[in-house]
């Protein structure tokens, strides 16, 4: 397996040997644990390479385009723009770690934009609240089963769900074949 790179973020600067209060604290405390720490107020996305500190930082362009493709705030193109130079910059094989999809992305359509490039680059990545979203699950059933990309944008979509309206997706299923079972009934 290649390098593995933990993600986090914050609105202020943080310290490149700083640990979260999440799982991932576990693996920050491995030396060959790589952090990747996003600055949403400044647009920046730094980690460590070697002894060099690797920074990058979004484009206006690429904001203003990303805004206009997914309809998104600037400060969310501004992410989305970062997180793609950081995939960018990775080398294929690589492992990013993540505490939650939300991470990644606070909406479905743009998360399925990112992931597919990762996958696309070569680039796993774990989540460690949703586990079912992992790249080497996708890997291992598009290998399998064909159909598998709207399977996945289903996965997404309901996840999304779930998170943005804190029920479940299979409460919201469970409601509707319990409607459909009293129709039928009457």
């Known amino acids: 397996m290649g390098t593995v790179y933990g993600y986090l973020c914050a ?5 490149d ?24 107020k400044e647009g920046t996305i730094h980690y460590r390479c070697g002894n060099e500190t ?17 309809g998104l705030s600037e400060a969310e193109s501004m992410h989305i723009s970062l997180m793609g130079k950081l995939f960018v910059s990775l ?13 990644l992305s606070p909406d479905t359509q743009s998360s399925l934009y990112l992931y597919r490039r990762m996958i696309h ?11 079912w979203l992992n790249t080497k699950s996708y890997s ?6 064909t159909g598998t990309d709207l399977l996945v944008q289903n996965i997404f979509r309901a ?13 919201i299923l469970s409601r509707t074949e319990s409607n459909r079972a009293k129709k039928n009934e009457q």
């Open 54 to 70: 690797v920074r990058l930082s979004a484009s206006e362009k690429d904001i203003k385009k990303l805004s206009a493709e997914f």
């Open 159 to 171: 996840t999304y769900e779930h998170l943005n309206q804190n029920s479940g997706y299979l409460t």
């Open 91 to 103: 080398n294929p094989g690589s492992l990013v770690m993540f505490s939650s999809v939300k991470e």
């Open 17 to 40: 040997d700083c640990r979260n209060n999440t799982t991932i604290a576990y693996y920050m405390k491995d030396s060959s644990f790589i952090r990747i720490i996003e600055n949403r």
């Open 11 to 15: 609105d202020y600067p943080l310290p």
């Open 140 to 145: 291992i059933a598009r290998q399998e089963y």
């Open 121 to 131: 680059l070569g680039i796993a990545a774990e989540f460690f609240d949703q586990p």
